[in-house]
């Protein structure tokens, strides 16, 4: 169990893989890396952990609470203030340009300025598709979209399922660089899963699903 001095996600799950047969615990400050194969559970993990699902066997804990015991509108101020997920879907809005898609999540939070938002848009090198609906744009550009609009909220914990998959080893690169600092900021733990293509940080601790 972790004491109030050391908030983070504790895990005693009980699947089937060489990852649960133990407990887990992830801290805040740190970062971790899931690897895994297409189709063993790793996007359902990051759905438990975010609480969408809760058909598991065993234990999550989060700051000493059992998640199934965690009231439905509570999840709400705790996927706003503590945990942000990047889904491996995206789930942006296709009809909605680039800087829309962020803003309408900045609007909820209040995180980030307009100015931040457009420096981290030419950072990543998609300034150029502010105003571009994000269903033309490639799937490389979405996924930047999303992790911008991820950044734009408090957090304890960053949650991104496979957030490169699409992107070349340079922009890779910015947005580890962009990921770290924006955590470190916030003190805050980085759990990132991979089925290859790996985000490059320095990770405290490698997990095999």
């Known amino acids: 169990m972790l004491s109030n001095s050391r908030p983070g996600v504790f895990f ?9 047969d133990k407990q887990l615990t992830f801290e805040k400050g740190k970062s ?25 066997l ?33 789930r942006l809005f296709p009809e909605l340009t680039a800087f829309e898609n962020i803003e309408l999540k900045n609007q909820l939070t209040q995180h980030k ?13 998609i300034g150029d598709k502010r105003n571009t609906p994000c269903a033309k744009l490639s799937w490389g550009q979405q996924q930047r979209v999303a992790i911008i609009r991820a ?11 496979e957030p490169i998959s699409h992107l070349d080893d340079k922009n890779a690169a910015i947005i580890a660089d ?15 899963s991979s ?10 601790q490698r997990f095999a699903l």
């Open 12 to 20: 005693d799950l009980e699947l089937h893989s060489d990852v649960w």
């Open 32 to 56: 971790y890396l899931i690897e895994a194969e297409s189709g063993t559970g790793k996007s359902s993990l990051f759905s438990f952990i975010y609480g969408y699902r809760s058909d598991f």
């Open 58 to 90: 065993g234990n999550i804990y989060f700051d000493e609470r059992s998640v199934n015991d965690i009231p439905f509108k509570e999840w709400d101020e705790i996927r706003k203030t503590k945990l942000s997920l990047l889904f491996q879907e995206l």
């Open 113 to 125: 300025s307009h100015k931040e938002i457009e420096e981290m848009l030419q950072l990543l090198g």
């Open 151 to 161: 950044l734009c909220q408090p957090y304890q914990f960053l949650l991104f399922d």
């Open 178 to 192: 962009l990921v770290e600092k924006e955590a470190k900021a916030q003190n805050a733990g980085i759990i990132v």
């Open 195 to 204: 089925i290859g293509k790996q985000l490059p940080l320095p990770y405290h």
